[in-house]
Structures are given as structure tokens and as C-alpha cells.
């Protein structure tokens, strides 16, 4: 069977890196490593920009209800992605939210955090506070969740220029602790650029994750992260794009360092898998010309081989699915036929292949597994020992 033509799910559908190497009658002098890196970083950040027009795309279409979204989103750019994309983007949001919400419905007079690892322009905070405001609030002044997002600074400027400006987010944030901006100017205004935001029940983190090691000092804004409370760290294709060695230091700077053994702690993580057929090795070479690497897909290219990530991060308990499976198996019949619905999806067989190469995979340590009672997510799979 020929492999069909593969747009990229979630939409890793980032510019080309720019051309290295030698030119039409002339030469480039060699990029150093730090313009190397600094190329690589861009390329990584804009995959957010990517990842913002497919949720878009997927709103505007019904899949998902998101007023957020558009906030993110240049009015310019074309927001209509395939079909198959945005079923892609509906099962991965919907399996995380899921994840989440069981986390947060667990004991609700319980304080909790999530910590969003490379969370870019994501939504999901303020998604749950516009749906599950009871839930999430004890009172104005002792609000029931603590949401930390991480990212590069250049990231975070761009994802809180709307947060500060549009009362739709500020009236989610609560008193603000204070923010930063990367001026150096005393006063401040709507028209700086403000790299940071430190809320009752968000903290927004201007972070390069590779500093992040258990030999050096924390940042300074981590002392707005509550070690005591139950947590989870999500990574929606984040660590990915790290070396394998610096994407377990990342996960395992939480699990084993900053956080003590007595916190109960939960990690979910989205990333693609199964490069090594013939799908998936087509998958990865989109990807590398469009100059994005995956570098820990060769490692955890499997649901066993993210299971054994789980627990070498200490993560006792934990589970997985492909998004094929949790298209068939997670989401009910209605469901089904609302999405279906929507638009015609005529790539069948090319959406079983793509949804194949991606899965959502969980970890939890401690008491009270808020993932081991079944759920539409994980009901189906709890029986293969991931």
C-alpha cells in the first residue's frame, strides 16, 4: 500500500528553517553554534503559532468551544485546516481535558496545580475556569486551582498581550502578585512587553526548560508553585523537541527534585510515536524539511516505551492511548455522530494511519490515583499494563 501524502497533526507546520550551506554562486559563511541554536529555537517557538491556528480552525468548524482561541490567531492568517487535522486536534484536546478535569473533580474541597510545560498560546486554563467556575473557586480570595504555563519569554509576550488587555482573561486571573516585563522601563503600560504574570490562580513563567537541573538555583518565579499541593505537569508536545537526555533532566527536575517524595504528582504527556514504519518514517522526514526535529521520538516511539518513561520518572501507575483508539473507543456514539457531522471526512483510511502515529500517555504517583477509577479516556486501555 503506498503512503498517502501526510499533512502533520496539530498542525507541526512550521517555515522551513532557513537555507544553510551553500548559495547560487556564492557561499555562506558558517553559522556558529549559537546562531545555530537560536535558528532551532525559533523554529521550535513557531510551532505555537501552528498549534494556535489549528485549535481556531477546529472552533470555527464546532469541534471545540473555545472564545479564547481567536485572541491568538493574526487576522491574516488562513485558520481552515483539514478535516483530519481538525479531528485530530478535537481527540487530543478532549482526551487532556478529560485527564484534567478527572484530576480536578477528585476531591474538589482539595486545592490543586497544573503546571503547562512549553504551554504557548494554550487555552486551557481559562476553558476551565469559564466551565467549571464552582469547581475551581472556593472564593474570591482562595481560589480552588493554582495553573502555571512555562515557556519561552518570547512566547510568553506574545501569549499574555490579550491576557493583560481583554477583561474575557483578566477576570479569570484574580488579583495579580505582580508581572514583569522585558523593558527596562520604570513605568508601565498597555504597550509594553510583558513577559510574565503572577495571579491567586495563574502564574504565566518566562522559562527556557533546559535551564531547568536539579545542580542549580530554581528560578526565581517558582516560588509561586506550591510543592505541598497535588499536581500534574502536562506536556503537549514540549519535551519532544528536546534531546532525550535533557527532556527526562526536565521531567525528572519535578518528579525527583522539586517537588518531595509526599506530594502527590500526575504527568501527562502528548507526543507522536511509531516512526519506524513506513508511515512514520515519511511523518518525520515532513517534519525534518520543514526543519523540525523530534528528538525523543526514537526513544519513546511506543505506548510501552513511554509506560517505562513513566516509571523511570517514578510514576507508578500508569496508562496510554493512540488518538485512533481514543477516537473509537473514548469518544461515545452521539459524540461520534456530532463530530461527523460537521464536515466530510473522506480520508478514512489516511486518518487511522496519522491518528496511529500520535498518543496522550499518563503517569501518577501517590495516593488516591485520580486516573485508576475508569474514565472515557483510559477505560479501554487500563488492561494492557501501561
Not at 131 to 143: A, M, V, W
Request: with cysteine; proline share 6%.
Amino acid at each position: 500500500m503506498a503512503v498517502p501524502q501526510i499533512p502533520n497533526l496539530n498542525s507541526l507546520l512550521g517555515p522551513r528553517s532557513a537555507g544553510r550551506g551553500r548559495g547560487r554562486g556564492m557561499s555562506r559563511p558558517a553559522a556558529s553554534s549559537e546562531e545555530e541554536k537560536a535558528a532551532h529555537d525559533k523554529i521550535v517557538q513557531q510551532t505555537d503559532q501552528d498549534a494556535s491556528i489549528s485549535r481556531l480552525s477546529a472552533v470555527e468548524v464546532g469541534y471545540l468551544d473555545d472564545p479564547f482561541a481567536k485572541y491568538f490567531v493574526p487576522e491574516e492568517k488562513n485558520k481552515r485546516r483539514l478535516p483530519i487535522i481538525n479531528r485530530g486536534t478535537y481527540v487530543r484536546t478532549k482526551a487532556i481535558d478529560n485527564l484534567v478535569e478527572r484530576f480536578i473533580d477528585k476531591n474538589t474541597s482539595q486545592k490543586k496545580q497544573i503546571i503547562s510545560l512549553g504551554a504557548g498560546t494554550d487555552t486551557r486554563f481559562f476553558r476551565l475556569m469559564t466551565r467549571q467556575p464552582n469547581k475551581l473557586e472556593i472564593g474570591y480570595d482562595s481560589p480552588n486551582i493554582l495553573y502555571h504555563e512555562l515557556d519561552f519569554p518570547e512566547n510568553m509576550i506574545r501569549k499574555l498581550d490579550p491576557v493583560y488587555k481583554r477583561s474575557e482573561f483578566c477576570g479569570h486571573c484574580k488579583a495579580p502578585r505582580g508581572f514583569s516585563s522585558s523593558t527596562s522601563r520604570g513605568a508601565m503600560d498597555l504597550d509594553d512587553d510583558r513577559e510574565s504574570l503572577y495571579s491567586q490562580t495563574y502564574c504565566a513563567h518566562p522559562v527556557d526548560l533546559r535551564t531547568l537541573d536539579s545542580n542549580r538555583t530554581p528560578p526565581v518565579s517558582f516560588e509561586h508553585i506550591d510543592t505541598t499541593l497535588p499536581t500534574i505537569i502536562i506536556s503537549e508536545c514540549c519535551l519532544c523537541y528536546l534531546a532525550p537526555a535533557v527532556a527526562d533532566t526536565v521531567a525528572l527536575y519535578f518528579t525527583q527534585h522539586f517537588f518531595p517524595p509526599s506530594t502527590p504528582l500526575g504527568f501527562i504527556i502528548y507526543e507522536p510515536i511509531n516512526p519506524g514504519d513506513a508511515f512514520g518514517k515519511v511523518m518525520v522526514s515532513n517534519l525534518a524539511s520543514r526543519g523540525i526535529v523530534l528528538q525523543t521520538l526514537k526513544m519513546y516511539g511506543s505506548l510501552e516505551a513511554q509506560a517505562a518513561r513513566m516509571k523511570s520518572y517514578g510514576l507508578e501507575e500508569t496508562g496510554g492511548a493512540d488518538i485512533n483508539e481514543l477516537w473509537k473507543n473514548g469518544v461515545d456514539e452521539k459524540e461520534k455522530e456530532r463530530v461527523g457531522g460537521l464536515e466530510m471526512l473522506d480520508e478514512v483510511e489516511e486518518w487511522e494511519l496519522l491518528a496511529a502515529h500520535y498518543a496522550v500517555v499518563w503517569g501518577w504517583r501517590g495516593e488516591g490515583n485520580v486516573w485508576k477509577d475508569p474514565i472515557d479516556v483510559n477505560e479501554q486501555f487500563r488492561d494492557r499494563g501501561l
